[in-house]
Structures are given as C-alpha cells and as structure tokens.
C-alpha cells in the first residue's frame, strides 16, 4: 500500500454551551480543526484530526497545523501507510518539533493499518479492555454557583468524573472548588485544573484551602519545577498535563514522584504512535492515566476511544469525549457518549468515514 495523496480540511465546531473558558481569561467560542484524509492506490482512505486548544493553551495554532501539514505531507506520499511508526519516525527527520502537525497524519496512518488488517485500531494498540469507557466532564471557568450547577447537570446525564476550570484569582478558585466539592456524590471524582494558570505561591494558597477536600490537582504551574514544589508541599493527589509533551519528562516526572496521574494528550506528544509508548511506560510502572487530546470533533474522540479502550481498565483516570461538547457531527461512525461512558468503535481502522457534505472541499491537496 501506498500513500498517493493528502487531502486537508477546515471545519468548524461550535460549541453547545457558547463558549469554553478557562484559565488566564482565555476562552473558544468556535474550535477551529483540521482534518487530514489519506488515499491511497488501493482505494483506502485514512482520517486524522488535530484541534489545538486556541493560540494560547499550547505552542500551536489552527492555522500554523495546516501550514505544517503542507509542509511536511509531501515526505509521506509513495510511503506505506500500515507502518505507523516508521512514518512517524521519518516526519520527526523531515521536520523538527511541532507534534500537534504530525498527529493528525499519524492518526491517519493507524486508520489505514487498522482497514488493511481488518481490525480496529484499539486491537492494534493493545487490546480492548471492558465493555466501554467511563467518561469526565470538563466545567468551564464561570462563577462558583455556575459551576456547582454544571456538575450536577451533567451528573444527571451519567458523569461521575468532573474537571473545574480553575487557574483564575486564587480566592475565586477556592470558592469554586468548594461549591463543586459541596455537590459530590459518593463515588465521584473531582479534579481542580488550573492549567498553568497559577503562579507558585498562588498554588500553594489554592492547594493549602482545599487540603480536607477530596480533590485532584492538576497542573497548577507553568513550569515543571513550580509544579514540583506545589506537589511536595500537599497530599493531594497530584496530575501533571502540558508539562508532559514526551517520554523524557515522564522519565523524569517518575524519578522526582512528580504526579500520581498524568495527562497524555495525542496532539501534545505527536500521534498515536507515541501517545502508545508513553501509556506504554505508564502502564509499567503504575502512573494513572487522563487519555485525551488538546480539542476535536468526531475524529479525535474515536482516536481517542481507541487509545483508552486498548489500556486496562484499572490505569485509565479519566478519558473525554469531545464530540459532545460541539454541534456539529462530520465523521459518521465516531463514538457517542451513553450515560456518561463510551466504547471504541469496532469496524476496521478507526471504524470512521468523512462526510464530505459537511467537510466540503479541501483548503489544498498534496499528491504525487
């Protein structure tokens, strides 16, 4: 098999609840995602998608995901898109850096090896492990009784797994945290991200007026070091997300008893192929793990599904399914949340195909 063209897709995704905001007063009215579509001579095609979180979350931006695609997609045409890995080894020699362009390529590719081999992508990836997935919601920053008012709406719609926008003025966090923390139920999960949005004495404010609550932190600073001080100076437990874009900081991160769950973010580390080496290295020495990605719609959640379906129940923290969060469906077959859990698709590849009606035409195409 062989890759013989690329074809790259802007889609909207507007949001049901209007807006997503969290720390730093940033906020997305409508995500701006890409889609990648791979042919090949057999007739195969393969999807990826990659949806950076706005310019201010991560190093990457919409924009600058389809610049690099045009860039980097012509290395791949004439390659054989059944092995993932290589490819994603030869994208990181033709272009260094910039994961969140060469994920929605390599999601393509596990697509693909998927349809060749007849089996779903989480088989190739491990295994599937359960019937389906427990999912968490993420609340969006608002006021503390907002907020409160989120979790229990979306309990009744079957989540037990709650993320809090925090990150803001730290009097107003703790308050929210408290009013949320006051609406749990016996068996749910409460998790405070502040993404990077606190400074470190901010954290260990926040930290020390939750101490007798039963809630994660989560990435309460920018930098790794803060991040560390906050962890050794509470017993909460303890997550670390945009810090963690590889396998060495995760090295790291288990020498210095950094966290107790990590966050592995598919566009973060550059595709599936890596997104697997490090759940990989989690599984083996016992990190907890959110398996996610920056943003998406229907094409990132089933890559996700696949990722969280193929890893043991017991190691899976919290997963998310972003195509819930947006109005618009462009990828029929994708995953949909039932009660607050959902299951990887089991057709072939990703189990996805692209509505092209909805897609329209591609901003450009690379072939031969």
Not at 131 to 153: F, H, K, N
Not at 249 to 262: E, F, H, T, W
Not at 264 to 287: H, N, Q, T
Request: a negative charge.
């Amino acid at each position: 098999m062989r890759i013989t063209a690329i074809n790259v897709y802007q889609i909207d995704l507007p949001l049901h609840e209007g807006s997503y905001k969290w720390s730093g007063g940033n906020r997305v009215d409508v995500f701006d995602s890409t889609v990648v579509e791979i042919e090949t001579d057999t007739g195969l095609t393969g999807v990826g998608e990659v949806c950076p979180l706005g310019p201010a979350y991560l190093p990457a931006y919409a924009e600058g995901a389809r610049t690099g695609i045009r860039e980097l997609a012509p290395a791949l045409i004439g390659a054989d898109p059944t092995r993932p890995v290589e490819i994603s080894a030869g994208m990181d020699r033709a272009m260094r850096g910039h994961n969140y362009v060469k994920s929605p390529l390599d999601i393509a590719c596990w697509d693909l090896f998927g349809q060749a081999c007849g089996q779903p992508v989480c088989h190739l990836l491990g295994g599937r492990y359960g019937e389906d997935i427990v999912l968490y919601r993420a609340i969006s920053q608002e006021s503390p009784d907002a907020m409160a008012r989120s979790c229990r709406e979306h309990r009744e719609a079957g989540y037990t797994r709650f993320q809090l926008k925090v990150g803001g003025d730290p009097d107003t966090d703790i308050d929210r945290i408290h009013a949320c923390a006051a609406v749990m139920q016996r068996g749910d999960v409460l998790i405070a991200d502040a993404n990077t949005g606190w400074s470190q004495h901010q954290a260990l404010r926040v930290a020390a007026a939750v101490r007798d609550l039963d809630v994660y932190i989560e990435q309460p600073c920018a930098s790794y070091e803060e991040c560390l001080v906050v962890r050794r100076h509470t017993d909460r437990p303890f997550i670390l997300d945009e810090v963690i874009d590889g396998l060495p900081p995760l090295v790291r991160g288990l020498g210095d008893q950094a966290m107790d769950v990590v966050n592995i973010k598919i566009a973060k580390v550059g595709g599936l192929s890596r997104a697997r080496r490090l759940r990989d290295f989690c599984l083996e020495s016992g990190i907890a793990m959110t398996l996610e990605d920056t943003w998406g719609g229907d094409v990132a959640t089933a890559a996700i599904a696949h990722l969280a379906h193929s890893t043991p129940a017991e190691a899976r923290f919290s997963v998310t399914d972003f195509n819930s969060y947006v109005t618009r469906d462009f990828a029929p077959g994708a995953p949909r949340r039932e009660h607050g859990r959902l299951a990887a698709p089991t057709a072939p590849g990703l189990g996805v195909d692209l509505d092209h009606d909805v897609a329209g035409s591609p901003v450009f195409r690379i072939t031969e």
